[in-house]
């Protein structure tokens, strides 16, 4: 039976005095965070050297899993989780995996979020927020929330594509960014795994984390 494999989680922490002092008017309240995670389906293979000849391994891809503060991370966890009953979700190396095990491996991750600028060495991140135009809506609340978001997005011109407007955001390298990003993500109904375009090293035999530790304390020495 084909299932998704899941190879490696990392996450970032935006601490919330940071957001306030980037964005005053946020409403949040709470330090936010970006989960992300390498996975591929196990039947979907691609071809690569190693050495000098050409194999065949599973492709696999970084994506955005979630997005908010750290309940609503771990809520998006749980949920995933229920996957790993039926099978269709494995931890790489696992034969078979359940939920409490995934559940544990990704609050571990969180508890060990590193700062966007860390990762933003390894992990390259543009998010898009894509809402209704103001103009077109009749609801007044939620034309008030569009037109505070195009206001405080008023040096990025908007991409208008039918009756919405598109911004691009970087989160991880604009402090400003992630602060309008996390506190108007609500407006967009898109899943979140199709608001983003993730993209680092997928096939390093190191796992993510390690790696940053490592930079991290070579630059220390």
């Known amino acids: 039976m084909s299932h998704r494999i899941a190879y ?29 995670e390498l996975g591929g389906d196990n039947n979907v293979t691609t071809s690569q050297y190693r050495g000098n000849r050409v194999v065949e391994i599973r492709m696999r891809s970084w994506s955005l899993m979630a997005s ?55 992990l390259a991140c543009s998010m898009t927020l894509s809402v209704p135009d103001p103009q077109t809506l009749d609801d007044a609340w939620r034309r008030k929330e569009l037109t505070g978001l195009s ?15 598109h911004w691009t955001l970087s989160p991880l390298s604009n402090m400003h960014d992630a602060a309008i990003m996390f506190s108007y993500q609500y407006l967009d109904e898109r899943r979140i795994f199709n608001r983003a375009q993730v993209s680092g090293h997928e096939y390093d035999a190191t796992p993510l984390m390690k790696q940053m530790n490592t930079a991290t304390l070579s630059l220390a020495l």
């Not at 490696?8 to 330090?31: G, K, N, S």
């Not at 206001?151 to 407007?165: N, T």
Request: hydrophobic share 40%; proline share 5%; with cysteine.
């Open 151 to 165: 206001e405080s997005l008023a040096e990025h011109a908007p991409a208008h594509v039918g009756e919405r407007l």
């Open 68 to 122: 908010g503060q750290k309940s609503t991370i771990m809520r998006t966890v749980v949920e995933n989780a229920a996957w790993c009953e039926s099978g269709c979700l494995r931890l790489s190396g696992s034969r078979d995996t359940q939920a409490e095990t995934f559940i544990r491996r990704y609050r571990s991750v969180v508890e060990a979020a590193v700062p966007p600028e860390v990762l933003g060495r390894h």
């Open 8 to 36: 490696d989680a990392v996450a970032v922490r935006f601490p919330i005095e940071t957001l306030r002092e980037a964005f005053p008017q946020t409403r949040l309240f709470d330090d936010q965070f970006l989960l992300f």
